[in-house]
């Protein structure tokens, strides 16, 4: 049952309206918005590493210049989305704290390797892809702070596809070599890419609640649908192969039959099984313990001057 407060929210949702910080909100639409942000801003800030591997090895000054350029973008796609969740009432610290005591998540797909320089096409090319699916409705979601992120996310994202792509165009159409390490990274990727959309529909005990709130817009399935059905043609282009025997476009449904990606792996993974996922907290543990002594500098200068402004 729902209370007068409630309902009288879920009207204002059902109308379009924007929920903004000041606002009434029920406690599950405020806990799971932290949840969902807070993991989406931990993604932007843990997906820097598996390309920040590759800054010292871009293959020419341009492409140094262009990774590094979107690598940074990541980290401030990481710190409007920290800040966008702090309008709810938690801190960055204890959102940080709650990754490393590993209560909460990150995206899946950064727990894989990136092996050549191919992979950081794939990973423009695919795991940008996906993101874009999925974050380009979200502009649209019902958390003000949140969807205005979004839209500035989603500018800097679709540079980053076009990037991704780019160098898969440039190793697919060199040399044989090129073409095969260009093979091997869609081989890796494409279903990793796939389960970043989350579990099947029947498997997402968030879906239902969430859509009913407009915190997410479509489905798991449906946005993982829509990601196939663009992608393969891209990868026809290119001239790579999608690395599934049932890839078949169906005619009366308008889009792609295709194998879904091994759950258990993805559960797995979820349980911080990925093959990078130690190196990745490990960097980010690091990451926090090394700045403390930054940390502690800036709260007691702080509070220096604010003793200096009372006295
Ligand atoms: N990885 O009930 P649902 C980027 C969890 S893009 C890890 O379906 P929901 C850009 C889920 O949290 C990547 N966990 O959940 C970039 C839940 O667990 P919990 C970030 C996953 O929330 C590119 C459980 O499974 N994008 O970073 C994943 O309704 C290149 C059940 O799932 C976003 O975060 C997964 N793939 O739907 C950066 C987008 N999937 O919390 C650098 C915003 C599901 O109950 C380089 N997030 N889980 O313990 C969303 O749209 C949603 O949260 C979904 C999941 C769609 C990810």
Redesign the pocket.
């Known amino acids: 049952e729902m209370s007068p407060q409630e309902a009288a929210f879920q009207d204002r949702i059902d109308a379009g309206e924007t929920i903004e910080p000041q606002d009434w909100m029920p406690e599950g639409y405020r806990k799971?918005l932290i949840?969902?942000?807070g993991?989406?801003?931990?993604?932007?800030i843990?997906?820097?590493l598996?390309?920040g591997n590759w800054i010292t090895r871009a293959p020419t000054l341009e492409r140094k210049a262009i990774l590094l350029a979107?690598?940074q973008d990541?980290a401030g796609?990481?710190l409007y989305l920290y800040c966008a969740a702090e309008t709810l009432g938690i801190s960055r610290d204890d959102m940080t704290e709650q990754l490393l005591s590993g209560r909460?998540?990150?995206?899946?797909?950064?727990n894989y390797p990136t092996l050549s320089w191919a992979d950081i096409g794939a990973?423009?090319w695919l795991?940008?892809g996906?993101?874009i699916m999925?974050?380009v409705p979200?502009q649209r979601t019902s958390y003000g702070p949140y969807s205005r992120a979004m839209i500035r996310?989603c500018k800097e994202?679709s540079f980053?596809q076009r990037q991704g792509f780019d160098i898969m165009m440039k190793m697919a159409k060199g040399t044989e070599a090129q073409r095969r390490m260009a093979q091997d990274a869609l081989d890796r990727f494409w279903y990793p890419s796939l389960?970043?959309?989350?579990?099947s529909?029947a498997?997402?005990?968030?879906?239902a609640q969430?859509m009913a709130w407009r915190?997410?817009i479509n489905g798991?399935d449906e946005?993982r649908q829509k990601f196939v059905d663009q992608t393969v043609p891209q990868a026809e282009y290119l001239g790579l192969t999608v690395p599934d025997e049932k890839l078949a476009w169906n005619e009366e449904k308008g889009g792609y039959d295709f194998s879904e990606p091994d759950w258990e792996e993805?559960?797995a993974?979820?349980k911080g099984q990925g093959p990078e996922s130690a190196e990745r907290m490990k960097a980010r543990r690091d990451a926090w313990e090394e700045g403390q002594w930054v940390r502690d500098a800036m709260s007691a200068h702080a509070a220096k001057k604010a003793a200096r402004r009372e006295a």
Do not use: C
């Open positions: 799971t949840r969902q942000i993991q989406h801003a931990h993604s932007e843990v997906g820097q598996p390309e979107k690598v990541e796609h990481g909460m998540k990150y995206s899946s797909i950064f990973v423009g795991v940008d996906a993101a999925n974050q979200l996310i994202e980053h389960m970043m959309f989350g579990p529909d498997e997402s005990v968030h879906s969430n915190i997410k798991n946005l993805f559960f993974v979820l």
